[in-house]
């Protein structure tokens, strides 16, 4: 009975194992897409790093980018940065960011940003974070996201050349 | 009825006191908020009003204070480490300038002054600052220090709790540029080309 089970069972794993990892190539869920996602290495003992990505909604339903998470921190959240008068201000943007049916949205330094909180390590640039973007209706989608150089304005802006003493960016493209 | 009017009159005096004081309160908190808008004022009246006495560490250890600072022109931007946006932009813009500026550099102050006493140490900081040209230094101290320079420097910052029991700090986010007298010169645009954003250092290299 058991014996003649297992090939199903076998077959159905497999089967499952296909459909996830579909779903970690093209991070894509219910018509919602993540794409170019990036974050900036963190010093050693900060304890949030902020994560970046464009999120487009190919769907027919508006729904709502709660957080970035990833095993490196204990939780993910949106945070929006804010510049008033030349002070600088940083808040958690409580019910996410939404995202209309047919727009994208990107999440860039100076807006907002996905934000690992509670880091088990710090992020070094040249590493890729497995991490999970968490949607209001199409769920938790796997997203890869490098690391690049501390202070990188965006993943391609690593042209700068650098000076004996200076941190080599070990990741990125650099030309 | 006189024993009536004692606390009648009382009541108008300290309706009266209080909004005296409700008015002081205002008249500080306009002068005190308005600061970091009134910037241009300070350029027009041609006085340093920005900058001052302060006693502070610098990455290395070694205590630096506002005659430290003397001597060359200096650009000063306030942020901490943990600061995940506007810091490492605003390290890196000043990076690429520096390097733009070659050989200058070397006659210029570039220091990142941290408003996060409690978490930046010496250690921090030149950990933190091993990501950035290495012409830029940092300055940490203790609570009182960083009240002090702060104050002295009209910068704002504010100690704001964050989900986790963790918390980040608002805070201006200009970058200063002072002459080798230390008087203020003007705010720094690092959102430009290198070569257009270092014209205003250039500018004070040339004179001295």
Known sequence: MVVRRLPLAFLCLLLGAAVLTAQAQDSSHGGIAVSDAWARATPAAARNGSVYATVHNGGDAPDRLLGIESDVAASGAIHEMTMDNGVARMRPVNDGLAVAPGESVTLAPGGMHGMLIGLKQPLKAGETLHAMAVFERAGRIAIAVPVVAMGAPSPEGQTMEMQPGMEMPQGGSRP | ?208
């Open chain 2, 1 to 208: 009825m006189s024993e009536r009017r004692g606390p009648t009159r009382l009541a108008i005096y300290t309706a009266f006191a209080a909004f005296a004081v409700a008015l002081v309160i205002a008249a500080i908190a306009v002068f005190t908020l308005s600061r970091p808008a009134g910037i241009g004022g300070v350029i027009s009246s041609g006085e340093a009003l920005i900058g001052g006495p302060f006693t502070m560490i610098d990455q290395d250890g070694a205590p630096v204070t506002e005659k430290s600072l003397l001597g060359k022109p200096s650009i000063l931007f306030f942020g901490f480490t943990y600061c995940p946006e506007v810091c490492p932009t605003t390290l890196y813009d000043m990076s690429v300038m520096l390097k733009a500026m070659g050989a200058e550099a070397e006659r210029i102050n570039a220091v990142f002054v941290s408003v996060d006493p409690e978490r930046d140490t010496p250690q921090a900081m030149r950990d933190y600052l091993q990501a950035f040209d290495p012409h830029i230094r940092g300055f940490s101290g203790t609570l009182e220090e960083t009240r002090t320079i702060a104050k002295a420097y009209r910068v704002y910052y504010k100690k704001v709790p964050l989900e986790d029991g963790d918390y980040t700090v608002d805070h201006t986010a200009l970058v200063y540029l002072f002459d080798a007298d230390g008087k203020f010169v003007a705010p720094l645009n690092l959102k430009q080309e290198p070569e257009k954003a270092a014209a205003p250092i250039r500018a004070l290299l040339g004179e001295s």
